[in-house]
């Protein structure tokens, strides 16, 4: 039998971040990925890091941001990573008054004038002169953020190798049971492991894990999907977004037990949501429905089709270049909005990080380092007050 001191089961961005930091502090880690690092959603991101201005004090996701941003960062300049970081800004565009008028409640409400301005649409396209003369202005966010999501979590996987983390692909764990001493007891391929500690990191597949132990973890699974144009010569400078879906979320009512941030309810479209870049490879891509429909993450043609038409809307460019390549992902999104970051209540030696759902690129890398310093440390730092699975994940049998 194996024995580890902390096992992560996952190799999304999630999983790698919490390796690379925990290894960090000196720990013995192993991670288990069922299939290659970045498999899933962690490399079929858009991979914008959307550093939303603070509302107040702490702003949980914020602040996440924010943190990653500096993570990716180091990881293009410090430590010589080449994963096509680069603080383009955002440019969310605006269509309507009444888009105006939310942007302008966007702006007051920032707790730093200079993390959002609000652009004419004559500053915006001096800045970005693909952009559609019939805008009525944009909101600019200029620290927001894009990388290549499979080299940038590639690359903190190989970070955490260096500082002595064992990672393990193509090996799904199958069970996981407690033993009386506390640790856990892990099978994985035709490993049996034993930890002292264990992390789910498993995005979507995190409450299938949580069943092995009778664990109800509150994420549901939402699928994502993108596209992709050809390859041409660098036209666009910014990530682009729309105040649509924005507007559509800020009136929409809440229902309860599901997230709120969907763009189909009961299998209808209610809003249509944008967020977009040209990668350094000269493609450019969008994307944004995000559905409930449970293990599938299969392409829907027709949500393409709307969201290359909206697209083209901001940019008219884009209603000449057909669509090349489209695909699916599959996000995990916690039901009352926040990240789930901490031990399980009343399972000391269990961790969870993850439902972060469509922001999960750019908050990540932050979560990681603070659920590492939260094991190693035994104290939780303030800012994860929001993400504690305290009070929000249902242990059977346990108060
Ligand atoms: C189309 C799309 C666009 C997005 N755009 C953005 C964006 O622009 N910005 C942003 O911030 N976020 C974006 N996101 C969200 C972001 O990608 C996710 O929030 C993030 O990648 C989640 O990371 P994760 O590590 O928690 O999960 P995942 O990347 O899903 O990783 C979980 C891993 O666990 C592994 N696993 C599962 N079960 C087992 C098992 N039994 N044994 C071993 N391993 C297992 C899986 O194979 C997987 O590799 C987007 C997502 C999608 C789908």
Redesign the pocket.
Same mark, same amino acid.
Request: proline content about 3%; aromatic content about 6%.
């Given at each position: 039998m194996n024995e580890a001191e902390i096992v992560i089961?996952?190799?999304?961005?999630?999983?790698v971040s919490a390796a690379y930091h925990l290894s960090e502090l000196g720990h013995r880690v192993l991670l288990?990925?069922?299939?290659a690092?970045?498999?899933?959603?962690?490399?079929?991101?858009?991979?914008?890091?959307?550093s939303t201005p603070q509302r107040g004090v702490p702003d949980l996701e914020a602040l996440l941001t924010a943190g990653s941003l500096e993570i990716y960062r180091s990881l293009q300049l410090d430590q010589h990573a080449d994963i096509e970081f680069r603080q383009s800004g955002t440019l969310r565009a605006i269509c309507s008054e009444a888009e105006a008028e939310l942007a302008s409640q966007v702006v007051e409400a920032a707790a730093d004038a200079t993390s959002v301005r609000l652009l004419s649409v004559g500053e915006a396209r001096s800045i970005e002169p693909e952009l559609s003369p019939n805008l009525l202005g944009a909101l600019l966010f200029p620290r927001n953020a894009q990388a290549n999501?499979v080299k940038a979590t590639r690359a903190l996987a190989q970070a955490a190798e260096r500082q002595g983390a064992r990672i393990v692909t193509r090996?799904?764990?199958?069970d996981v049971a407690r033993r009386a001493d506390g640790s856990y007891l892990i099978r *994985?391929g035709d490993m049996t492991v034993s930890a002292v500690r264990l992390v789910i990191?498993?995005?979507?597949?995190a409450p299938? $894990?949580g069943a092995l132990l009778g664990i109800e973890i509150p994420v549901v699974t939402v699928?994502?999907?993108?596209w992709a144009t050809e390859a041409l010569p660098p036209r666009l400078q910014h990530n682009l977004s729309s105040m649509e879906s924005s507007l559509y979320w800020h009136q929409a009512s809440a229902e309860p037990e599901l997230p709120s941030h969907l763009t189909h309810r009961a299998g209808r479209r209610v809003t249509r949501h944008l967020?977009g870049r040209q990668t350094r490879a000269g493609e450019i891509i969008f994307?944004g429905d995000r559905e409930l429909l449970g293990d599938h993450a299969v392409v829907d043609p027709d949500g393409i089709a709307s969201n290359h038409r909206h697209a083209s809307e901001l940019l008219p460019l884009l209603a000449a270049l057909p669509v090349q390549r489209s695909?699916?992902?599959?996000? *995990?999104f916690s039901r009352d909005g926040h990240p789930l970051v901490g031990p399980v209540p009343g399972e000391p030696a269990l961790w969870l $990080?993850?439902g972060?759902?469509?922001?999960?690129?750019?908050?990540?890398p932050m979560a990681g380092r603070l659920l590492a310093t939260w094991m190693h440390a035994g104290r939780r730092p303030d800012l994860l007050v929001a993400a504690d699975p305290a009070g929000r994940v249902h242990v059977p049998g346990k108060p």
């Open positions: 089961i996952g190799g999304g961005i999630a999983g288990l990925e069922r299939d690092i970045a498999a899933h959603a962690s490399g079929l991101n858009s991979s914008l890091i959307s999501p090996c799904a764990v199958t *994985a990191a498993a995005g979507p597949w299938a $894990i699928r994502g999907q993108m967020y994307g695909w699916a992902g599959l996000m *995990a $990080i993850g972060m759902a469509s922001s999960g690129f750019g908050e990540a």
